[in-house]
């Protein structure tokens, strides 16, 4: 029974981990984006003011 346990505990931890590192790679990729896309608003931004 306690072995059963464990293993559950450590099936849970790797996905936590998992889990984890997917989401610190989607926010870095989503920091990135929103950077360069403000970059490219900067770049044309007389071109946008009325």
Do not use: H, R
């Amino acid at each position: 029974m306690v072995e059963k346990i464990y293993k559950t505990m450590k099936s849970v931890g790797v996905w936590n981990l998992v889990l984890g590192i997917l989401m610190i790679i989607a926010g870095l990729f989503s920091g990135v984006f929103l950077i360069v896309n403000g970059g490219k608003l900067l770049k044309k931004k007389k071109d946008l003011l009325f």
